[in-house]
């Protein structure tokens, strides 16, 4: 399996073919990595993305975490079901499955990039906000980096009580301003919340750690030459 898959999509305008583009399938990348381990270890995580949703926090996310060994499922929340999105920054991801086709499953942590609007479609999704309703009242693990912690979590009534981060912006800090962190990551339970791109791979490693333990974080940090 190769790391970029090439898609030539050709549209017919005023009879002249366009031919555009490449797209990047995250969690197809990740799975090519050889450092994985048996399914039997394997633990399901959702990643969900939509237009503008920010491509390195999807990229440190579904990467990071097939490292340990996770099963890794990205999911469009597009409305008419497309699985192709086209990222904050230009780039095209293509989701394994449909938000509707993910809701009908369990998930062991569902992780949420950040990246605007793609937070805002994130927080309309109805599948989606019902399933993480679902990992709440179940306190299973779910996450958010960026600005998703703000316009996800807290409108939607699933920040933590105690502390939680986002990106340090100030529309997004007076959201979460009643359980600010200033810290990059921050664990608060079964929530798990970080601050950008900068922080992602601390974020990655973090939801990992939430999964495998300590010791699996510090093997997967020091392959990936990151300090932790």
Known sequence: ?????????????SRNVIVSSAFY???SVARSTSLRMSSSDAKRVLVPIADDSEEIE??????TLTRFGASVTVASVKPDGELVCKMSRGIKFMADTTIDAAAKGEWDLIALPGGMPGAEHLRDSVPLISLLEKQRDAKKTYAAVCASPAIVLASKGLLPEDSATCYPAPGFREAIKDVESHD???VS???IT???PG?????????????YGKEKADEIAA???VER
């Open 199 to 211: 922080t992602s791979l601390k974020f990655a490693l973090q939801l990992g750690e939430s999964l």
């Open 189 to 191: 339970g079964n929530v």
């Open 1 to 13: 399996m190769t790391l970029m898959h090439t898609v030539l999509t050709a549209t017919l305008l």
């Open 223 to 225: 392959q990936m030459l």
């Open 194 to 196: 970080s601050q950008g």
């Open 58 to 63: 999807t990229a440190c996310i579904t990467d």
């Open 25 to 27: 399938s995250p969690s």
């Open 184 to 186: 990059e990551v921050v």
